[in-house]
């Protein structure tokens, strides 16, 4: 199995511009997540979604913040306009079967805002 | 929101020493897991434990899920260089909590 897969591995832009992650989670497994990760706060989820469909959001830092999952295999999370201090490592992660089910994360997009 | 509390943050051993860290938390869980994530990685499965008082091994790896349901442990014997990196808890109760991370230096 390839894994859960994200791209890019590295996005590095300017202040004001629109960012888009993607990703694309294991074959078969229902849920996925998006976590933010920084020295300051550690592995923090802001989003979850169920069968496609978003469960819990409650972690999207602000409005900038937008994902989507149009289908079972694929995902992104949008960030319009970025910030510098939204820099951080961002990963995707997807399980069988909700939230009390094992997770299995990508590699993870770097991202840098200048 | 709910934390896993991991100890210690971080180690510096010498090759070929055992490692021990732990995980508790304040409330119940029903699923303990390990990952460990390596520099500019994402956080890998490591071992997974499903039962109170469940003794769990991966190779030099061993983990233990707590009887009080409350916390972890994770064992690593005869360290090597390649076992640098940040070890994780997670824990899955009504959702699923990360610990703070223990970072594990190995010297040569």
């Known amino acids: 199995d390839a894994g859960v897969i994200q791209s890019p591995r590295h996005e590095v832009t300017e202040m004001g511009q629109e960012v888009t992650l993607r990703c694309k989670p294991i074959?078969?497994?229902?849920?996925l997540f998006w976590y933010r990760q920084t020295m300051m706060r550690g592995l923090e989820l802001l989003i979850y979604?169920?069968?496609?469909?978003?469960?819990?959001d409650s972690g999207m830092p602000e409005d900038r913040f937008s994902a989507k999952m149009p289908n079972a295999s694929f995902s992104t999370l949008k960030i319009q306009p970025s910030e510098p201090r939204d820099s951080a490592v961002y990963f995707c992660?997807?399980?069988?079967?909700?939230?009390?089910?094992?997770?299995?994360f990508g590699p993870g997009t770097r991202l840098t805002v200048l | 929101g709910q934390q896993l509390n991991q100890s210690p943050q971080s180690m510096f051993i010498q090759e070929g020493e055992d490692v021990s860290m732990n995980c508790t938390s304040s409330?119940?869980?029903?699923?303990w897991l390990w990952y460990k994530q390596d520099p500019g990685e994402g956080p890998v499965l490591l071992i997974a434990?499903?039962?109170?008082?469940e003794l769990t091994s991966n190779g030099r790896l061993t983990a233990q899920f707590g009887i009080t349901r409350k916390d972890s442990f994770l064992n690593i014997s005869a360290s090597i260089p390649s076992d640098v990196g940040i070890y994780f808890c997670a824990g899955t109760g009504n959702q699923f909590y990360f610990g703070t991370g223990t970072s594990l230096t190995v010297i040569p």
């Open positions: 409330s119940i869980f029903n699923t």
């Open positions: 979604f169920n069968n496609n469909v978003p469960i819990d």
């Open positions: 434990l499903y039962k109170a008082g």
């Open positions: 074959s078969g497994h229902n849920s």
């Open positions: 992660a997807s399980s069988v079967a909700g939230f009390t089910d094992t997770q299995y």
